[in-house]
Structures are given as structure tokens and as C-alpha cells.
């Protein structure tokens, strides 16, 4: 090699080596529940470098202010001010070595944020790890020194030939997308996809290890099989049992997902936890490799606007069940009854009427993770209806005979994710959707998703043969349109549907009701319903802000639908196709 070029090498390696960064966990204050984390960096031509700490999670649509945690923050002997909530600015003075040091109160049991103690630890990336503006994607080394007796550092990231526990990764999304479970926990592992899975059941339950390899085998068989192929080198499932809560999170090569720790003998309540692992997993494409466009890279200092998160969340959410039904764990009676139970959700929320699921994606950061008692009657779910409106779409490319919604994924998975390595447009989908269904479905996007226009369901199932019909229509049952807690002798105003008997009565959300004609009330009020008909007037006695006041209610014809689905005798190639008979 020339001598001018071996230099040229010798100084890009030595700018490589020196951008690189180093992050270090211990936890010498676990038993205050503080995580102590050290990042040093190479300064070398910059006066200063700004420390930032991200506002919100990808996969979870609120500003959450992780900053709030964060304390201790020093570099040295060198200054450090912090110049807005979540950003410290440090004088490095060119230094060729900073040493940045802060502590995370780490206290949260939860899929989103951080917990630690003396038993164990679960580090959720963004909540753990601020990043330095300018460095986001120099390459980093990850050391943990895990707590005294604490045998399990489990992470999907790649491990290092160093002593201890020393791990790698490209730039600090990724770093931000990796969880950490550290203590000593129960594993299980299988291979799926020609890709090794770990399991790691964070906490104590009455779990079967070898029942959850199996099932979860299972679930990643079947999404493998569909997608092609599986883009990750490793692959890691943190359950986290917990005494209450609920919800997942998805990441790129791992998720996290939170199980009722004494629930695993219930039927029920095992199923849906099998729900949500294929929902998590099934984000390892839908979401963290097929996307919105908008949802990547990452502004971690701001919120993140798409129209499309039903989706990421509603087809996601289609196919968590499809899995189940797939794999023989719901039988097609049973897989209808959980799409039927989705419609009626849909159709007994006011709020259909009000906002289109476009705009439900696009307002999650102030509707949806910040719900009030009003919500139901202005908003709808992009879970919910995104999971009927991917149904329904599902449908509509099948009619054709040939193709499916399982081919609209797999066409963007290799399109856009590995062609052209981004996210796609909602015009992008809707091209994608229109050329497998062989048919104009600009109509199908215009009316499902871009309006408040009431849904075809019968026009869709009935080309499958499969019937739809409401139990109630020949119902006449009265209704109030109140939804009430009862608690410590209180009967208390929860929720009231809109254009209903009690908003005509005056009667408001957090009214304690005390009577019922003279008659003391001891539960919840809609459980006095049966008790009258349509069109009779009762007097309402209730108290508001301490004060009492009397009202008449006059019953009405419940607007409450309960649609079933049922196939009929006769075969149906569609329906075959779809449900797999």
C-alpha cells in the first residue's frame, strides 16, 4: 500500500476508535432503586456537547418526560448546565476524553419505563440511556456490572469475547431498543426460523417453562412462515409476571409483554396473554421493518405525527388473533365470536361517528394516552376499528380469489423494507392494496378510513357465507345511557353516552346518585334498568359537589347492538380460503 493511503487509513481508524462510545450500568444505589450509568465520548474539536434525554418511546404514543428521572448528572471537572428539561449542556473544551455520569430513579414496574432493586433490574433503553446530540450514530460498547448475586444480564444485543458483560451495538437507536432483564430468572429457548429465541420470565408465577417454549414456538412458526423469514440474528422474550398491569412493547429484536403472575392456569386469561405475545411479535415486521414512514428514523425530542397507526396497531392487532386461530388455539366458531365482540365494541362507541380512524392515528398523543370520561363518545380506537378495518380489507383482496392482506405485507416487508430500506406512504399502501386486489380500493380507504361512514359488514361476509345479525334488533330494553361505579356506599357517575336519557336529564359524569323514587340506590345504577320500560319517567335524586338535586329520567329504546357471525351449511371456496376449513 502507498505510504500516503496507509496514513489516510491510520487517521480514519484512529477517528473511528475515538467516536466511539462507551456506556457503563451498575448499580451500586439499586437499594434507592437508582441505576448508575457513566458514557464517555471523545470531544475532541467541539467547545460542547449537549446530552439529551428522549421526550416519548417509540411504540408508545405520549410524552412521557423520561428526563424526570434523571439525576446527578456531572462530567468531571467539567461544567455541566442544564439548559432545558431534557437536554444538559457540557463545556468539553475539545477534551479528547469526557466522562459523563448520571443516576435514573428507576421505579416503574412497566413495559415503557425502568425498575430496579436489590432483586432484579428491567431497563427499558429509552428511559435508561440519554444520548449525545451530534453522536447518534457513532457505533457503542454496553458494560454492565450487574448487582452482587445477580447471574442473568439478558439483552438481544451481540456479546463481546471481553470479560464480563460487554455488549455491542450500531448507534444508539438500537441501544434505545433493547431492553435489559438483569437478576436471576427462569429461561427457556427454541430455534424458529433457523433464528435462536430466548424466553425470560422476569418475576414469579405459575407459568409451565416447557407449555410456553411450546406455544410460543408456535406463534413464531406461524408469522415466520408467512413473512418468509425472519430479519433478526437473535430473538428475546421478556415476560414480565407482575401481581397487576397489563400491555406489551415491541422492539426490534425483542418485545415485552406483561402477564398476570398467577393467571397461567386460567384458559382464558392464557389465551389472551398468547394474543399478546403474537401481537408483540408480530410488530418484529409490521411496525419495526414495515412502517409508516414517519416512524423512523426517530426525533426522540418531539412528537411523531402519522395517519397510520392503524396500521401499525389495527392489522397488527388482526393478526395476533389470526395467529391463535391459525395455530388451532381458537376454532373458526370462537375466532368469529372474537371478531363479532370487535365490531360491537366499534358499533357501541359513540365516537365512530365523530372521528375517522385516519384522524384517530394521527391525535393518539392527545386522545388515546390521554383519554377522559368523554372519550367514548369523541373518539375511536385504532386498535379496535383497525383491526375490523384490516379484516374487512383482508376480505376484500381475498374476494378476487388469489391474493390476501398476508401478501400486501409481505410485498411492503420486501419493497420498501428490503429494496429500499424505508417506511412507506399511505398512498404507498393503498397502491400496494389496490394492485393484489386487482380492483380500484380507493373507494374501500375513502370510506373505512378516511370518513365516519357507517361499515358494510354484510356486503363483505355475505360473500363468504357468513351471516351477520344483530340479537337485539327485536329488543326492547330501556336504557339510561349511564355507566356508574359503586364503591364504599357511593353510587358514582363514570361515563354518560351522548344523545342519551341522562344528558336529556342534566345529569353529569361524577353525580353521586343517592336515589331512585324515593328509593335509596345501593349499586349501579344501569343495574336499576330492567326494572322500567321505554318511555318511563323516574326521578333521579343526586348530589353535585355536595349539593342535592332532583331530576326526571325518561327511559329509552337501548341503541346497545350484539352482532353475531355465523357461516352457513353451504360451502364456500372464499371462506375456505380464509378460515382455512
Request: net charge negative; proline share 3%; with cysteine.
Amino acid at each position: 500500500m502507498h505510504k500516503k493511503f496507509i496514513v489516510i487509513a491510520f487517521l480514519i481508524s484512529i477517528s473511528i476508535s475515538t467516536m466511539a462510545l462507551d456506556y457503563t450500568v451498575s448499580f451500586d444505589k439499586v437499594k434507592s432503586h437508582y441505576v448508575t450509568v457513566d458514557l464517555t465520548f471523545d470531544a475532541t474539536g467541539k467547545d460542547f456537547v449537549d446530552f439529551k434525554v428522549p421526550v416519548w418511546t417509540p411504540g408508545s404514543y405520549k410524552v412521557r418526560e423520561f428526563s424526570n428521572a434523571f439525576e446527578n448528572v456531572t462530567a468531571g471537572d467539567k461544567e455541566v448546565k442544564r439548559i432545558n428539561k431534557n437536554t444538559w449542556s457540557i463545556a468539553t473544551s475539545g477534551a479528547s476524553e469526557v466522562k459523563l455520569s448520571y443516576d435514573v430513579y428507576s421505579f416503574t414496574v412497566s413495559v415503557r419505563q425502568s425498575y430496579a432493586d436489590e432483586n432484579y433490574a428491567f431497563l427499558h433503553g429509552v428511559s435508561a440511556f440519554g444520548y449525545l446530540e451530534g453522536y447518534e450514530k457513532e457505533q457503542i460498547t454496553l458494560s454492565i456490572v450487574p448487582y452482587a448475586g445477580w447471574n442473568n444480564v439478558e439483552v438481544a444485543l451481540p456479546q463481546t469475547k471481553a470479560a464480563g458483560y460487554v455488549f455491542t451495538c450500531d448507534n444508539y437507536d438500537l441501544l434505545a431498543d433493547s431492553p435489559i432483564a438483569l437478576g436471576n430468572f427462569d429461561k427457556t429457548s427454541y430455534v424458529s426460523g433457523k433464528v435462536p429465541h430466548t424466553v425470560v420470565m422476569i418475576g414469579e408465577g405459575n407459568y409451565d417453562l416447557e407449555t410456553i417454549r411450546e406455544d410460543f414456538k408456535k406463534i413464531s412458526d406461524s408469522q415466520i412462515a408467512m413473512m418468509g423469514d425472519h430479519p433478526s440474528d437473535r430473538y428475546t422474550h421478556f415476560v414480565y409476571n407482575v401481581g397487576n398491569g397489563g400491555g406489551g412493547l415491541e422492539h426490534l429484536n425483542s418485545q415485552t409483554s406483561m402477564m398476570y403472575r398467577w393467571g397461567y392456569t386460567s384458559k382464558g386469561r392464557y389465551r389472551n396473554f398468547l394474543g399478546l405475545i403474537a401481537h408483540e411479535y408480530f410488530h418484529l415486521w409490521n411496525v419495526k421493518r414495515v412502517r409508516p414512514i414517519q416512524l423512523g428514523p426517530f426525533d426522540y425530542d418531539k412528537e411523531v405525527y402519522t395517519d397510520m397507526l392503524w396500521i401499525a396497531e389495527g392489522i397488527t392487532s388482526y393478526y395476533d388473533d389470526k395467529t391463535l386461530h391459525r395455530i388451532g388455539l381458537y376454532d373458526d366458531e370462537e375466532y368469529l365470536g372474537i371478531l363479532a365482540s370487535q365490531i360491537n365494541r366499534l358499533e357501541n362507541s359513540p365516537g365512530k361517528d365523530i372521528m375517522s380512524l385516519a384522524h384517530s392515528s394521527m391525535l393518539a398523543w392527545v386522545k388515546a394516552y390521554l383519554p377522559t370520561e368523554e372519550s367514548m363518545n369523541t373518539t375511536v380506537s385504532y386498535y379496535n376499528k383497525g383491526m375490523i378495518a384490516a379484516a374487512m380489507l383482508d376480505l376484500e383482496i381475498r374476494a378476487n380469489g388469489k391474493k390476501s392482506l398476508d401478501d400486501v405485507m409481505t410485498t411492503l416487508y420486501t419493497d420498501f423494507y428490503k429494496k429500499k430500506g424505508r417506511g412507506f406512504t399511505h398512498e404507498e399502501f393503498i397502491a400496494v392494496c389496490t394492485e393484489l386486489a386487482g380492483k380500484n380500493m380507493k373507494p374501500f380507504f375513502e370510506d373505512v378510513i378516511f370518513s365516519t361512514k357507517p361499515l358494510d359488514y354484510e356486503t363483505i361476509f355475505s360473500q363468504y357465507g357468513i351471516s351477520i345479525t344483530d340479537k337485539n334488533a327485536d329488543k326492547t330494553t330501556p336504557w339510561s345511557g349511564v355507566v356508574s361505579s359503586h364503591s364504599n356506599g357511593k353510587t358514582t357517575i363514570t361515563n354518560i353516552y351522548s344523545k342519551s336519557p341522562a344528558v336529556n336529564a342534566g345529569l353529569s359524569v361524577n353525580d353521586e346518585i343517592i336515589a331512585i323514587n324515593g328509593w335509596r340506590v345501593d349499586d349501579k345504577l344501569e343495574n336499576h334498568d330492567s326494572k322500567y320500560g321505554v318511555n318511563d319517567g323516574v326521578e333521579i335524586t343526586y348530589s353535585r359537589d355536595g349539593k342535592l338535586f332532583t331530576t326526571t329520567l325518561t327511559y329509552a329504546k337501548s341503541t346497545q347492538v350484539a352482532f353475531e357471525l355465523k357461516k352457513s351449511e353451504t360451502e364456500n371456496e372464499l371462506r375456505k380460503a380464509w378460515l382455512g376449513e
